[in-house]
T-cell receptor
């Protein structure tokens, strides 16, 4: 199956700093990428949808100035958590689709801990 | 966001037994129903998926049963193994949403040796 690489897998930062998470599709062009947030023992919560070359579409209640998404190429999307606070600590997961089929491929996730 | 309801929340099965996880959906426009397996600290991985034009799909020990009239679908894991212990999510999507998925709440499966 297609591979989606997500880095870093774990990051610890101080409150007030910004953290960037990368999501790359390694062997296919991802016209659409999705960013999810997952709390322990809970389901995935869609944060935003990004299409290459255009602005991301954020879900209701997700602060777009807090979670900056850039999808500058067909193989790379980044999520930047700006001025992170302890309540932003969570597991962040990206996924990518080709836009043609139904299959959606997920990255391995990033555990963010804000001290 | 359209809901997909999943049950049970947790499930404990003995090695060799059958694990059954159920999902129900509301939106009849959904046309693709995948199941994902997630291990702790990892992203979900596609396990098996079905479209509503068939009632059953089997891949190895994993089977999806689909009941269109009842708007329900289920995952059956035959001969469950300790290595199957993970969290399982059902999901659904419809064509106009592209690849966007609506996830169930998840089922934490534990297979005892």
């Amino acid at each position: 199956g297609a591979v989606v690489s997500q880095h870093p897998s774990r990051v610890i930062c101080k409150s007030g700093t910004s953290v960037k998470i990368e999501c790359r599709s390694l062997d296919f062009q991802a016209t659409t990428m999705f960013w999810y947030r997952q709390f322990p023992k809970q389901s995935l919560m869609l944060m935003a949808t990004s299409n290459e070359g255009s602005k991301a579409t954020y879900e209701q209640g997700v602060e777009k100035d807090k979670f900056l998404i850039n999808h500058a190429s067909l193989t790379l999307s980044t999520l930047t958590v700006t001025s992170a606070h302890p309540e932003d600590s969570s597991f962040y997961i990206c996924s990518a689709g080709t836009g043609r089929g139904e299959k959606l491929f997920f990255g391995s996730g990033t555990q963010l801990s804000v001290l | 966001q359209q809901q997909v309801k999943q049950s049970p929340q947790s499930l404990i099965v003995q090695k060799g037994g059958i694990s059954i996880i159920n999902c129900a959906y509301e939106n009849t426009a959904f046309d693709y129903f995948p199941w994902y397996q997630q291990f702790p600290g990892k992203g979900p991985a596609l396990l098996i998926a079905i479209r509503p034009d068939v009632s059953e799909k089997k891949e190895g020990r994993f089977t999806i049963s689909f009941n269109k009239s009842a708007k329900q679908f289920s995952l059956h894991i035959m001969d469950s193994q300790p290595g199957d212990s993970a969290t399982y999510f059902c999901a659904a999507k419809y064509e106009t949403s592209g690849s966007r998925l609506t996830f169930g709440e998840g089922t934490q499966l534990t297979v005892n040796p």
